[in-house]
């Protein structure tokens, strides 16, 4: 996966490589429902981080164009390029 993230919180590293660790699906001690799902990340420095689904830039199948997030499951996704719907599976742990 590629970290590309729509806020600044981690911005400078925007466009590198990312290893999807874990995913958060259930509530637990440090992730309200609200905040669900995220996934625990790793950069190949070696730091983890949590992630929003919104932050994995995740690219078609098909014609290799990026894709965008659609509605309420964050693995399902929309290509900019060719228009197919596809699911993420590679998030899911
Ligand atoms: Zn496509």
Redesign the pocket.
């Known amino acids: 996966m590629i970290f590309n993230s729509p806020w600044d919180d981690y911005r400078h590293r925007n466009g590198q490589p990312c290893k999807v660790l874990k995913g958060f699906y259930e509530p637990d001690e440090e992730h309200d429902q609200e905040v669900l799902p995220m996934y625990e990340i790793r950069f190949d420095d070696g730091e983890v981080i949590d992630a929003y689904p919104e932050e994995l830039q995740a690219y ?6 990026s ?1 965008y997030v659609d509605g309420a499951d964050p693995d399902w996704r929309i ?6 719907s596809w699911t993420v599976e590679i998030i899911r742990p």
């Open positions: 078609c199948p098909e014609c290799g164009e894709c290509c900019n390029g060719c228009g197919i």
